[in-house]
């Protein structure tokens, strides 16, 4: 069982910076591969960025590479997204997500546990 608080949504000007943070609770934080998903309206949820259970694989979309960034800090249970050179189309609802199955990191069905998701707006 692992319960996830997400925090840091908000609206941001095009260009701006904006971080996600994700705090776990419940089970090992160390033993589950973590991932942020968005879902905009209208659309599917989509894959964000993952990364593995003790931090040494990370994986992007294509439309966030080289613009956002993942990491974990394992000692205080917590999962962070700094968005950088924010677009117009990054406006979604962005999704925590916890997973121990032996999936691709970038599938949905990997993750056992989301969170509430929270919305980020970026104006023009």
């Known amino acids: 069982q692992v319960q996830l608080v997400e925090s840091g949504g908000g609206l941001v000007q095009a260009g701006g910076s904006l971080r996600l943070s994700c705090a776990a609770s419940?089970?090992?934080?160390?033993?589950?591969?973590m991932g942020w998903f968005r879902q905009a309206p209208g659309k599917e949820r989509e894959f964000v960025a993952a990364?593995?259970?003790?931090?040494?694989?990370?994986y992007y979309a294509d439309s966030v590479k080289g613009r956002f960034t993942i990491s974990r800090d394992n000692a205080k249970n917590t999962v962070l997204l700094q968005m950088n050179s924010l677009k117009l189309e990054d406006t979604a609802v962005y999704y925590c997500?916890?997973?121990?199955?032996?999936?691709?990191?970038?599938?949905?069905?990997?993750?056992?546990?989301w969170g509430q998701g929270t919305q980020v707006t970026v104006s023009s």
């Open positions: 997500a916890a997973g121990n199955r032996k999936y691709y990191l970038t599938n949905r069905g990997t993750y056992n546990y």
């Open positions: 419940g089970d090992t934080f160390s033993s589950y591969s």
């Open positions: 990364i593995s259970g003790g931090g040494g694989s990370t």
